[in-house]
């Protein structure tokens, strides 16, 4: 798929391109990491919509080496999806402007999560016609990973990951734990990933949920 849609995909992201970002003084951060992360509301200059930044330290303490790479991880699968509608838009970044740290631009963060709605307000019946409507875009969100994306999940994705918006018309994946990029895929040996082993159960995950929602 990436190399068959390379040009379109990066067409989109040219289109979605965010140059430059503005802050409003005062702003407490959205959510702050140990090892320097940010997260952060921000204007876009060019149109002034509210976008999400993360902001990631150049030097961070060796202890959470890691953690940068986790990010890039996520950034990388976003980038991979963007032709994809249930995934939030990498809009760019700006590695310059400001010293001692890269900021990365993002959708700003839509809806509520399907497992904050089952633990509100109950599970929906199985027959009932939203929960129907909820589980075929859920399976077409995981159709478009599965073929789109070459980044592995290190963990499974839960309905703390599924947001709903639109008074539920649209659902959109947040927050998924991307990893590493995954290696080949054999039939005999469905486990993949140069460093896990995450099992491949999105084929008979597909099958289970076409046989339920068609």
Known sequence: FQWAKGPEIERRLRELDVPAVSFAPGVAPLERAPWGLRRLKATAVTTGEEVEVLEVPWDVPLAFAHCPVLVSNRLEALKQLALSPYFPDYLGSDLSSYEGVALYFLRKRQGMSLRFLVAEIGPLPEHHSLLRYWGREILLALRDYLYQCCQELTEDVTLAHVFVYQEGSRV??????FGDTRGTVYEDIPEYGPHRRWRNTFEA????????FG
Do not use: D, I
């Not at 959109?172 to 734990?177: A, D, E, I, N, R």
């Open 205 to 212: 995950c597909e099958a289970r949920l076409v046989a339920m």
């Open 172 to 177: 959109m994946l947040q927050g998924v734990p």
